[in-house]
């Protein structure tokens, strides 16, 4: 359209746009606050539920056969060995079923010596055959790791059965051997080894 005004300018206007249709809003729906909270409860509680299934379900044991074991740690300087002790059917043979770091304890015990160490609490009790141990070793030396799963064994052998005390006793083998070197000085060459002393 065109308009004459006073001034006598042409002002064209233009033609009015369409207006844009508002766009489509989502209406939430409006859920009562006890509706929520019972949504909410039922939930925790599901979830709660998964969770004591799978806590029930990791402290059974995976092989069925060994369901029981007795538990102790030995020690010995800084090796420390945690062994179970399972009971198993008596077998004949002059070696125990004693597994170390998955392995048997006589390769991983490679001397007569250390073997003897690992296996004495056993033989003193005769009872070799009778049981199977599974340990894990850590921290120390090899003889060291020796002497702390020999502690071990005696340790948990005196929980599967109070009567075995008086001998492993006896023998010294529940005693923790608290010997273990001593540190060094300052002004000396060893704990307590002094430098050669010079007249002149």
Do not use: C
């Not at 020999?150 to 005693?175: E, P, Q, T």
């Amino acid at each position: 359209m065109v308009k004459e005004t006073k001034s006598k300018k042409l002002v064209i206007k233009k033609p009015a746009k369409p207006k844009k249709e508002a766009a489509l809003t989502t209406v939430k729906k409006e859920i009562p606050k006890a509706e929520v909270k019972e949504k909410t409860k039922e939930s925790m509680a599901s979830n709660n539920a998964g969770e004591r299934e799978i806590v029930e379900a990791d402290f059974e044991p995976k092989n069925k056969k060994n369901k029981r074991y007795y538990e102790a740690v030995g020690r010995r300087k800084t090796a420390v060995a945690r062994v179970r002790l399972f009971t198993i059917k008596p077998f004949e043979g002059d070696e125990g079923k004693i597994t170390v770091n998955d392995k048997s304890y006589q390769q991983y015990f490679s001397t007569m010596e250390l073997r003897q160490i690992a296996e004495a609490s056993l033989r003193r009790l005769k009872s070799l055959n009778r049981f199977e141990i599974v340990a894990r070793v850590k921290g120390g030396g090899i003889r060291a790791q020796a002497e702390a799963l020999r502690h071990g064994i005696a340790r948990v052998l005196v929980d599967f059965n109070a009567d075995f005390r008086k001998k492993l006793k006896k023998v010294g083998y529940l005693k923790r051997d608290p010997r273990a070197k001593e540190r060094k000085k300052f002004g000396l060459r060893k704990a307590r080894r002094a430098p050669q002393w010079a007249k002149r």
